[in-house]
């Protein structure tokens, strides 16, 4: 019944920009978060960035602060990811969570996220 849906990955030259996009389908909860987490090959899954769909608070990582952005629509569910002046080591898998239990304390654990989509590849040649 619920499910994300992402789109808009890619192969990108180091330096370059590209955009993701994030779809909840059939929302049971009002209050939620959506974020996006990635994955490279041979690493553990981690926290890229998320934002409360209810008040718009931003969080992201370290690596991607300055450099990517997070956005949301929250009439149409959907999240986007703005990434600029990517760089090989963005290479990743890029997931789409939701939850509606994430708190400020707990935005980085993907534990805290109830759906994710089935991943979107991304890939920056150097």
């Known amino acids: 019944q619920v499910q994300l849906v992402e789109s808009g990955g890619g192969l990108v030259q180091a330096g370059g920009s590209l955009r993701l996009s994030c779809t909840l389908s059939r929302p049971t909860f009002s209050n939620y978060a959506m974020g996006w987490f990635r994955q490279a090959p041979g690493k553990e899954r981690g926290f890229v960035t998320t934002i409360s769909m209810s008040f718009g608070s931003a969080y992201y990582a370290d690596s991607v602060k300055g450099r990517f952005t997070i956005s949301r629509d929250s009439a149409k569910n959907t999240v986007y990811l703005h990434m600029n002046s990517l760089k090989p080591e963005d290479t990743a898998v890029y997931y789409c969570?939701?939850?509606?239990?994430?708190?400020?304390?707990?935005?980085?654990?993907?534990?805290?996220?109830?759906?994710w989509g089935k991943g979107t590849l991304v890939t920056v040649s150097a």
């Open positions: 969570a939701a939850g509606d239990r994430v708190t400020p304390s707990t935005v980085t654990s993907g534990d805290e996220y109830d759906y």
